[in-house]
């Protein structure tokens, strides 16, 4: 027992003293050589270097070429990392588990979607509606679309009998997508395949057609051409699309970068929402009772986002942040909707309001400090109740058409698989519907929500989630996730691949960073344009925060996000690189100067500004712009950049200049790597094989430069054993 004891004690120390200081043996990288060009723009008299522009051309040979020799060096740099196997094997375990959508009815049917485990796409289910769920059969199952799971399920909209179905795909992960047209009840495809639609829904009018947006072709490259002129058109059914009605957005006075429109539940009114950026909208409507009926407007300017959500015949039921940062709810008659003839309905709070309707019912969804909050209106105002919630964390799904009688609702949090529950409208009792079956313990973990101090004396919130009973010692792997921007809101959901990082011991963090929605349109507002830098400093003192604590140290801290978030990672990692080991960017914006020159990017300019507004703002852009400040003789952490090859909202030119600038100046030894996941955009639909194969090597390049020659958990086995 003694020689046991010794060998554990000599373990745990012989463990300490490895990671005090990685002594992993490090791989060998032998980077690609990335060709410089002489390119220059000039910005306000400041000439600015862009010696990779040419990697902005995604058809280009050279471009492809340059592709395929990071891939075969960062695989082969992934391929050395001795636990990635039992990563994927672990993660697929755990990711092998029925996953059930919430029901919906449509027409005599009751549909979810269904994913077996390891589906790589969900699967549509329905059954006869009243009879028993065991009976349902397969209505659409994008599995089929393709062997391998790139072409997925966009979007699914039914008509209002529920005869007929159209639903979207997208191929690859482009946001370009097709709509098929199918009987519902035959499954048969019934029309032409719409083709070239981008950002848009699918709204029906009665059972006789629907409104959809797309943009003309560009001209070049669809996966990076500038997109900027959205158009509403309505299809009816039994005609070609060369037929399709122009309804919105074809003069130089209707050019708007997103529009949408949408139909009231009764068919009475068809809403058009124009945006020239992602934040801010006008707002129309149009009777479809009255042939040959104008546009009326209600809101003719973008200073607030504002969206028709319910009616009862002509009288609206508006929700705006207008002189409502928290947003609220008001009402008007249709006849005369503008804003001075606004009643207040469900009044603004300190809380964000997110509402949704169902059963003759309004639900007022908050957020309270990132968690939820349901309380249930009738149509006079009147509050009814607050909805019974099962525990802390994040409730979603309120929703149902004006007769149903029941809804279904999901609630999560960080340690809670998402579970489903059957809601009754009227008496208000909730019933646990569906618990995923999973080999996962939430009793085992903890989640604790803090509030730390930014750099201007700001408070914000952070969710740090672990194993119960971890040792508070500095050492512990911890990924440090955030967003703040576009005011999205991340609230807390369980994740089977954090499930996994925390099974390893791991910690995984997540601020509610300024940028972000959790606290209404001035907490937005406080992360956007000239006060960006805000977004980062919060995003440092949360790492700051986790290392004062002892929950981790620079050299255990990970830093990760994606998109918006992947913009985070780059300016943090180039602001402050000594305080991560590793550093996460995926599908990053990353060059500010030229984001809005691709795609839908210039529709981003509410949250950052443009390099061409003014030189204030051209140089506070390029002052923080990741591409432009790598700096010579910097040790940056070690970075695994992951990007998709069709991507087309950020387009992958971000990620490939900002990894040929970190190769090309990174004055240490950590390994600067970009992982370029082919037939992959920015993330919607990619295929579960794919997503496996993703965390498997985040998590093995992130643990492996952390130090770690085994798995933590096995690390931990052996101590206690």
């Not at 005609?239 to 006075?253: A, F, H, N, R, W």
């Not at 971890?470 to 807390?492: H, R, V």
């Not at 700096?631 to 990620?655: C, F, N, Q």
Request: net charge negative.
């Amino acid at each position: 027992m003694k020689k046991i004891l010794l060998s554990a004690f000599l373990l745990s120390i012989l463990i300490a003293c490895k990671n005090e200081k990685s002594n992993v043996e490090p791989i060998q990288v032998n980077y690609p050589e990335t060709n410089k060009v002489d390119t220059i723009d000039t910005y306000f008299g400041e000439e600015v270097k862009d010696p990779y522009r040419w990697l902005e051309d995604d058809k280009s040979e050279e471009t492809e070429a340059w592709v395929k020799s990071q891939n075969e060096v960062t695989f082969g740099y992934l391929d050395n990392i001795p636990y990635r196997e039992e990563l994927k094997e672990r993660l697929s375990k755990l990711w092998n588990y029925e996953k059930i959508g919430p029901p919906f009815v449509e027409g005599d049917y009751t549909y979810f979607s269904k994913n077996d485990g390891l589906q790589n796409q969900y699967v549509i289910y329905r059954y006869k509606t009243g009879e028993n769920p065991d009976t349902a059969e397969v209505f659409l199952d994008p599995n089929t679309f393709k062997e391998d799971g790139t072409i997925s399920l966009g979007g699914l909209s039914f008509s209002k009998n529920g005869e007929i179905a159209a639903y979207s795909i997208s191929e690859g992960g482009s946001d370009w997508r097709k709509i098929l047209i199918m009987d519902a009840i035959t499954k048969e495809i019934v029309e032409d395949t719409l083709v070239d639609i981008k950002f848009s829904g699918m709204s029906w009018y009665k059972n006789e057609g629907f409104y959809y947006s797309s943009y003309d072709k560009p001209k070049g490259s669809e996966l990076s051409a500038k997109t900027d002129q959205h158009k509403v058109y309505y299809h009816k059914l039994g005609t070609s699309q060369s037929e399709d009605k122009l309804v919105y957005g074809g003069t130089p006075e209707e050019k708007h970068r997103y529009i949408y429109g949408n139909v009231t539940e009764d068919d009475r009114y068809l809403i058009i929402t124009p945006r020239v950026s992602t934040s801010g909208n006008k707002l129309y409507i149009k009777d479809l009772t009255v042939p040959n009926a104008p546009l009326v407007e209600i809101l003719g300017h973008t200073d607030s986002d504002s969206n028709i959500i319910e009616n009862v015949g002509s009288k609206l039921f508006i929700m705006t942040n207008l002189n409502a940062p928290n947003q609220k709810i008001v009402t008007v008659d249709a006849s005369n909707p503008t804003p001075e003839n606004w009643e207040e309905f469900i009044p603004e709070t300190e809380n964000v309001l997110s509402p949704s309707t169902g059963g003759g019912y309004f639900f007022a969804s908050y957020m309270v400090d990132a968690v939820s909050k349901v309380l249930q209106y009738d149509f006079d105002g009147n509050l009814v109740r607050e909805v019974e919630l099962p525990d802390v964390g994040s409730a979603n799904g309120f929703g149902a058409k004006k007769e149903e009688e029941e809804l279904y609702y999901s609630f999560t949090n960080y340690v809670t698989p998402g579970s489903i529950y059957k809601y009754d409208i009227k008496n208000g009792a909730s019933e646990l519907y569906r618990k995923p079956s999973i080999d996962f313990n939430p009793e085992d973990y903890e989640s604790n929500q803090v509030f730390y101090t930014s750099k201007d004396g700001t408070k914000v919130p952070m969710i740090i989630t672990h194993k119960k009973g971890l040792e508070l010692n500095g050492k512990n792997p911890t990924i440090l996730y955030g967003y703040g921007g576009f005011n999205i809101s991340l609230t807390p959901s369980f994740s089977i691949a954090n499930a996994v990082w925390m099974e390893q011991g791991g910690i995984y963090a997540v601020p509610n960073l300024r940028g972000g929605g959790e606290y209404g349109k001035k907490w937005h507002n406080a992360g956007t344009k000239m006060q960006k830098q805000n977004v980062f400093d919060d995003f440092i003192a949360a790492a700051e925060y986790l290392i004062e604590h002892n929950y981790t140290s620079s050299d255990y801290l990970a830093i990760r996000g994606g998109s918006n978030g992947g913009l985070l990672v780059g300016a943090t990692m180039t602001q402050r690189p000594d305080l991560m080991k590793v550093a996460l960017p995926a599908v990053g914006v990353l060059d500010m100067l030229r984001y809005h020159t691709f795609t839908a990017g210039a529709g981003w300019a509410y949250d950052y500004g443009t390099a061409e507004d003014s030189k204030e703002m051209f140089d506070y852009l390029k002052g923080y712009s990741p591409v432009h400040n790598v700096k010579e003789s910097v040790e940056y952490p070690a970075t695994l950049i992951t990007t998709g090859d069709h991507d087309d909202r950020v387009v992958p030119a971000h990620s490939f200049k900002f990894a040929a600038e970190l190769q090309s100046k990174q004055a240490g030894n950590n390994p600067t790597l970009i992982r370029i996941e082919t037939d992959a955009g920015h993330g919607a639909g990619t295929p579960v094989s794919k997503i496996l194969e993703q965390y498997s090597d985040i998590f093995g390049f992130t643990l492996y430069n952390m130090g770690f020659e085994v798995l933590p958990s096995k690390i931990n086995k052996k101590v206690k054993g």
